[in-house]
């Protein structure tokens, strides 16, 4: 059984960056492409990249050019580089893992960020 556990989530003012990890164990890490995603209570859970085995990335139109996933297999981790943080980025970030991309079956607890004005 894969688990996931993020973390890096804290309180950040509106233009600073934060670094979120997902740390990985039980599984083969290298094999599994990665996600982020994050919710707003009330909202639909909302997908924000993927990184696959070799490493390319992809991201919503969104949040392109400010935020940067990137993985390092030795450590089973993947990260969540954001920067130009706004208000609207606050939510709960949740890392995934899965076989392919869009078919996530592993998820974290999820990593608070608020991000204040």
């Known amino acids: 059984q894969v688990q996931l556990v993020e973390s890096g989530g804290q309180l950040v003012q509106t233009g600073g960056s934060l670094r979120l990890s997902c740390a990985a164990s039980?599984?083969?890490?290298?094999?599994?492409?990665m996600a982020w995603f994050r919710q707003v209570p009330g909202k639909e859970r909302e997908w924000l990249g993927s990184i696959d085995y070799s490493a390319r990335t992809y991201y919503r139109d969104s949040v392109e050019g400010r935020f940067t996933i990137s993985r390092d297999n030795a450590k089973n981790t993947v990260y969540l580089q954001m920067n130009s943080l706004t208000p609207e980025d606050t939510a709960i970030y949740y890392c995934?893992?899965?076989?392919?991309?869009?078919?996530?079956?592993?998820w974290g607890q999820g990593t608070q960020v608020t991000v204040s004005s």
């Open positions: 995934a893992a899965g076989i392919s991309r869009g078919n996530y079956d592993f």
């Open positions: 039980g599984g083969t890490f290298s094999r599994f492409v």
